[in-house]
């Protein structure tokens, strides 16, 4: 049963920082793109940014990009979502998925396991 295991989110001014953690579990993490989304309130579903099985290859959205920065340790099966300079806008409950293929996308019909979610809130 694969697992996926958000933490690191909370409440943050403008301007800050925050480094989320996803763990993964159940099947074998090195051979599959993960990926992070958010969902903020009244909004749908978003793609943030996407990482491939060994790092090598990343995409953003373009509303984070030059602010957030994803990266995975595969010896740890966990994958990082670093965010810089947050603004109010960014106030969501992001989540970390686990995709169907090696290879990064946006598209969230391409990851088949998701997390539970971690709330992060942007306001001074």
């Known amino acids: 049963q694969v697992q996926l295991v958000e933490s690191g989110g909370g409440l943050v001014q403008p301007g800050g920082s925050l480094r989320l953690s996803c763990a993964a579990s159940?099947?074998?993490?090195?051979?599959?793109?993960m990926g992070w989304f958010r969902q903020g309130p009244g909004k749908e579903r978003e793609f943030v940014a996407t990482i491939n099985w060994n790092g090598g290859s990343t995409y953003y959205a373009g509303s984070v990009k030059g602010r957030i920065t994803i990266s995975r340790d595969n010896a740890k099966n966990t994958v990082y979502l670093q965010m810089d300079n947050l603004k109010p806008e960014d106030t969501a409950v992001y989540y970390c998925?686990?995709?169907?293929?090696?290879?990064?996308?946006?598209?969230?019909?391409?990851?088949?396991?998701w997390g539970q979610g971690t709330q992060v809130t942007v306001s001074s």
């Open positions: 998925a686990s995709s169907s293929s090696s290879h990064i996308t946006t598209s969230d019909r391409r990851y088949n396991y």
């Open positions: 159940g099947r074998t993490f090195s051979n599959y793109a």
